[in-house]
């Protein structure tokens, strides 16, 4: 049937669904198990909640269904693409995908923690960056004691590696 010929209030809205974590094309989608695990019980909540949900009557229904769905689409082809890092298998003395890293940054008293994971994991209040932000960046390949500087517009910020760790 024509579109023509579909009463106004019948016609399926398009769900818009904010995108998940920026994640370049061609860059391998990395995980930690935690991030896997994550990941898998964000999908059964949202398949929990496709189970259960309540509408007001069939045209919200549709809506609300279609839009899940959408974001189902989208986090399953992350849980597809993800590739999980053993993070026992890294090396302990350099920072790689998964450490947990302390560095002193320029003349702060107190140093700060940084693990880095992947991009649907990174929460900069839990102290998670993604190993695709610029001080992941820096920091890839140091080892205790190495530097990294990041310049900035006004100065740089220099990060001294102090502790490596993996957990």
Known sequence: MSRGFVKENDQEEIPM???RADLPANV?????????DALL????????????IIAINENERRIAINFLHAKLDLLNARIASAKVVDLTKQPKD???????????VNDQTQ?????IV???EANIKQLKI???????????HKKVGDEAVLKLASRSRVFTVQSITYE
């Open 17 to 19: 669904v904010t995108p």
């Open 130 to 140: 993604s190993f695709i932000s610029p001080i992941a960046q820096l920091l890839l």
């Open 111 to 115: 140093p700060q923690h940084y693990q």
């Open 41 to 52: 019980t964000e999908r059964a909540a949202m398949l929990h909640q496709l189970e259960h």
């Open 94 to 104: 350099e920072v790689r995908f998964g450490a947990t890293v302390t560095v002193a």
């Open 28 to 36: 391998v989608n990395y995980v930690t198990p935690d991030g896997l």
């Open 118 to 120: 992947g991009v649907d």
